[in-house]
């Protein structure tokens, strides 16, 4: 059973930036990618970026609209990490952030506990 730990939540203004990390307890190489999701209260759970972690993967890395061109899904296979870095941070960014790891398309087999990232003045 993999341990997907995030960190790096916190409070931001808005037009700031975060760096999530998501440190999973094995090689993210067993995995053919991971995932970032979000959740707002009182709304479902979201997609936000996946990428793949594995060789034995072509599938296509993927941003949602509402945040492409401010945030950057990235991975460093050494250190079993994945990382969200999240720019011009916006109040309705405001959400659980939460890591998943497994297959394509959604990466879901697996789930880190989230960590909170709020953007407010």
């Known amino acids: 059973q993999v341990q997907l730990v995030e960190s790096g939540g916190g409070l931001v203004q808005p037009g700031g930036s975060l760096r999530l990390s998501c440190a999973a307890s094995?090689?993210?190489?067993?995995?053919?990618?991971m995932g970032w999701y979000r959740q707002a209260p009182g709304k479902e759970r979201e997609l936000v970026a996946t990428?793949?972690?594995?060789?034995?993967?072509?599938?296509?890395?993927y941003v949602a609209d509402s945040v492409r061109g401010r945030f950057t899904i990235s991975r460093d296979n050494a250190a079993s990490t994945v990382y969200l870095q999240m720019n011009s941070l916006k109040p309705e960014d405001t959400a659980v952030y939460y890591c998943s790891a497994g297959d394509p398309p959604y990466y879901t087999s697996a789930w880190g506990h989230g960590t909170q990232v709020t953007v407010s003045s």
């Open positions: 990428i793949t972690t594995s060789e034995r993967t072509n599938y296509a890395n």
């Open positions: 094995r090689s993210i190489s067993s995995f053919l990618g």
